[in-house]
């Protein structure tokens, strides 16, 4: 859930909210699309045939799962961030991330994610080694997320990303 989420739907006050440490995290982009479309396409395929899936529940994403089995990663990428990439162009301001970034003291990165947590604790004064568990992982990907992307998918995510790549720091 992202903080306006939380707030919008009274499990948090803004008076609440303001006394807690905020912090999220985020991953290189292009990663991301990687795992995002790999779990579309496989993982979450058994989910279908139970109408009580949260599946059913966000719109459109049952039929985006059965584009990804008929598709490939780059004419998902086509179909998806094309458009991300005209809005761009049209002074919009498309990003993964600003959802869940929204209200955050903190963000995390993927790639660093126990360090970066460490680091956390500590700044909050909290003595303590945390260890977060590795879990969700994508099976059924190639490590490097390169070899998922060909020019034009590459440079449609960079045009349409461009502000999330910029402002974390991330690149192909």
């Known amino acids: 859930s992202t903080l ?12 609440q909210s303001r006394t807690l440490i905020k912090f999220t995290a985020v991953r290189n982009p292009f990663d991301s699309l990687v795992s995002l479309y790999q779990k579309r396409r496989k993982k979450y395929s058994s989910l279908i045939a139970d109408p009580a899936s949260w599946v059913y529940r966000i719109p459109k994403y049952v039929e985006d799962m059965e584009y990804c089995r008929t598709h490939t990663f780059n004419e998902w990428i086509r179909k998806h961030y094309l458009r991300r990439s005209i809005k761009r162009l049209l002074g919009g301001n498309p990003s993964m991330y600003r959802r869940f970034t929204k209200g955050m003291d903190i963000v995390l990165r993927f790639e660093n994610v126990q ?11 909290i003595p303590m080694k945390l260890t977060i568990p590795t879990i969700n992982i994508t099976k059924d990907r190639r490590a490097n997320y390169r070899e998922y992307y060909d020019n034009s998918s590459r440079r449609i995510v960079e045009y349409a990303l461009q502000d999330d790549l910029n402002r974390y720091g991330y690149k192909y």
Not at 8 to 15: C, D, G, I, P, Y
């Open 4 to 15: 306006t989420q939380l707030l919008e739907n009274n499990l948090l006050t803004k008076k």
């Open 115 to 125: 360090d970066d947590f460490q680091e956390l604790l500590q700044k909050a004064n």
